[in-house]
């Protein structure tokens, strides 16, 4: 009985602390890149921050195989992929970032599809695909900086959801569940795409296309923190 409330314990405090985590680094991280001005040492830093999350998961996810089972490898390599981009993106020419963007993307789809076949669903899974989505969104921002396509101001929108989450924590609604939304899930795969259009289209049309997309995602967060609110609210 003891041994199970103890495991509880961790599990809670575990998912609890980590999106905060996730989202002050990234506050910390993009401060030291905008400071030295080095996607190198991003690169770096978040290589090792993602290293030490997965130690300090690891009893969350050693119980779904071999080094966390196929799913979670899968969202492990698209973290690696990401990095590798970030590390040699001066090597890369926009139509490989647009070709490697889209299959990091397909990725995202098939770890939750082998979740599902492989009976290896779990809460360490859903959290590491969100945090992974949300460092896709963040390092494509600067990589648009890094080759020229577009401006600082891009980080904004890469930095939302973890602006997203520290507001969630400061409001004290953290702890309420709007339960999947079709509005969220289209717009995150729509933002995700417009950054991929940016390497293949022209700059006033992909310009326009982030605006406007930057826009819908800050009013969908927004939305979120409003019926947040709210609910707690008629709970109150």
């Known amino acids: 009985m003891q041994v199970n409330s103890t495991v509880q314990q961790m599990h809670h405090t575990f998912f609890s602390q980590w999106p905060r985590y996730f989202a002050l680094t990234s506050l910390l991280f993009v401060s030291i890149y905008l400071y030295f001005d080095s996607p190198l040492i991003f690169s770096a830093l978040w290589g090792i921050f993602f290293f030490y999350f997965l130690y300090q998961g690891r009893l969350f996810w050693k ?3 071999v080094l966390g089972g196929i799913a979670n490898n899968i969202t492990a390599v698209r973290v690696l992929g990401m990095l590798l981009l970030l590390t040699f993106q001066p090597y890369f020419h926009y139509y490989a970032f647009f070709v490697l963007g889209i299959l990091i993307l397909i990725a995202d789809g098939l770890d939750g599809y ?18 992974t989505d949300a460092f896709f969104v963040l390092a494509f921002c600067v990589i648009l900086i890094e080759q020229g396509l577009i401006g600082k101001w891009v980080l904004l929108p890469g930095l939302m959801r973890y602006a997203f989450v520290l507001i969630l924590y400061l409001f004290n609604i953290e702890h309420i569940s709007l339960g999947k939304s079709f509005r969220r899930q289209f717009l995150g795969m729509w933002f995700m795409g417009t950054i991929m259009a940016c390497f293949v289209l022209p700059t006033p049309i992909y310009t326009a296309g982030m605006i406007f997309a930057t826009t819908m995602l800050a009013y969908s967060f927004m939305k979120d923190i409003f019926l947040m609110i709210r609910q707690r609210s008629h709970q109150g």
């Open 63 to 65: 119980p779904l195989g």
């Open 114 to 131: 082998y979740a599902r076949k492989y009976h290896t669903v779990s809460e360490f899974g859903d959290f590491f695909d969100k945090e």
